[in-house]
């Protein structure tokens, strides 16, 4: 039966959603206020037309909006729609009964994601094509353009395919190429190959080798395992330029990136030392280098390699030192933290509650939380402030353009 609807709200996930007496009914692509008609099922509107139009609705600039699952939020004008990501940022707190300062998001420009988790898949023709996964399915949506993407790595696509043709060898392979723009081109890893039959065979790892050198990659990598390399792909890291590992983490966007680092640094400064937990490859902890020495850690033994390699190529920073450690399972405790005076803790999405317990019982003064998680991070803010830090205030990053994420950056004081 066809039901006619009023949107009051947006929910986290970008849906838009509707209260009937039945409970909340979830109506994808829409905005507050517009009216719309369909079938509800399970739940959900299926099939929605719009009857009456947001005035805050606009163009969506992507030829693939509507089918792809990237974009959730295309069709909202600027001004709301990080007014929205804002808001996610302060129910996320006030569920933990936290009031502070959430500051304006900041925003991202378009065409500036300099890394893609692109999906491959064999048609029915044979033709290979990359894309992203349709909006709740597990169906591939062909990718021609991406707004959000950097331009290089849009026009790297044909060549991608190529790359992509050699890991479809067997038929459970559902290949995903995680490229990345770097400093040397092009670097790329593959994941999602089936190794049960013994994984990729001689023949197909030539094939992907001589696709990656049409392609011009800087690397080519198996689930972390290097096949190839032209050239060391790097990043920069505030003054030092340092290389990334295959498979390594980066932030998605380096707007995003100095955005966030401006105001760790900002937050830490008069600071001697500084603690940089789940480091990475020092994406943080060479622009603190610049205002005080660094104690570095994170679980991964590869981005802390890059970490060291890289501080050779950075002049005018204060000393390093960098360990490779599981913080969720050995976290550095109050001792192993003696003298730092600032901490700066970007943890994965499950948050950083093992290490957060330990940071209480320190000396240290100020602390920066980066999160890509508001209700982790709200989660991990309360243990804080029960510890006796007062959560200064918070800064939504919009990193991932047009989607529900948001990152933050928080700061914490005595």
């Not at 739940?43 to 974009?71: F, I, M, Q, W």
Request: glycine content about 10%; proline content about 6%.
């Amino acid at each position: 039966m066809t039901t006619i609807l009023t949107i009051a709200r947006v929910a986290g996930q970008g849906d838009g959603v509707a209260e009937t007496p039945a409970g909340p009914v979830f109506a994808p692509l829409t905005l507050p206020g517009e009216v719309v008609r369909g079938e509800v099922r399970d739940g959900r509107l299926e099939g929605g037309e719009l009857v009456e139009a947001s005035p805050d609705r606009v163009t969506p600039v992507s030829a693939h909006y509507g089918d792809c699952g990237g974009c959730s939020l295309q069709h909202w004008a600027s001004g709301p729609y990080l007014a929205w990501k804002r808001e996610q940022v302060v129910a996320a707190l006030a569920r933990e009964r936290i009031e502070t300062e959430v500051e304006a998001t900041v925003a991202v420009p378009a065409g500036t994601r300099r890394r893609l988790a692109l999906h491959a898949r064999r048609l029915a023709d044979g033709r290979v094509v990359l894309g992203f996964k349709a909006r709740k399915s597990w169906r591939l949506v062909e990718v021609r353009e991406c707004p959000v993407a950097d331009p290089r790595l849009v026009r790297a696509l044909p060549a991608l395919a190529k790359v992509a043709a050699a890991f479809l060898e067997h038929p459970k392979s559902a290949p995903t190429l995680h490229v990345t723009w770097t400093l040397d081109g092009l670097d790329v890893d593959v994941t999602g190959v089936e190794r049960r039959s013994g994984g990729l065979s001689a023949d197909r790892r030539a094939q992907a080798v001589r696709a990656a050198a049409e392609a011009e990659l800087a690397r080519l990598s198996l689930a972390g395992e290097t096949l190839v390399m032209a050239r060391q792909p790097r990043v920069a890291f505030g003054p030092a330029t340092v290389p990334l590992p295959a498979g390594g983490f980066l932030q998605a966007v380096p707007e995003a990136e100095t955005a966030m680092v401006s105001r760790a640094v900002d937050a830490v400064r008069g600071a001697k030392k500084v603690a940089d937990l789940f480091c990475g490859a020092g994406t943080f902890t060479f622009p603190l280098a610049t205002v005080a020495s660094v104690v570095a850690a994170d679980a991964s033994a590869a981005g802390i390699a890059a970490l060291k390699a890289g501080i050779a190529t950075a002049s005018g920073i204060k000393p390093i030192t960098a360990e490779a450690r599981d913080l969720f399972r050995r976290p550095l405790t109050p001792f192993d933290l003696k003298g730092c005076e600032a901490i700066v803790f970007d943890p994965p999405r499950a948050g950083a509650i093992e290490q957060t317990a330990q940071i209480g019982g320190t000396k240290a003064g100020v602390l920066v939380g980066v999160s890509c998680n508001p209700v982790t991070f709200a989660r991990d803010a309360r243990v804080l402030i029960d510890a006796g830090f007062r959560l200064e205030r918070v800064t939504p990053v919009d990193q991932f353009l047009w989607s529900s994420h948001v990152e933050l950056v928080g700061v914490f004081r005595r």
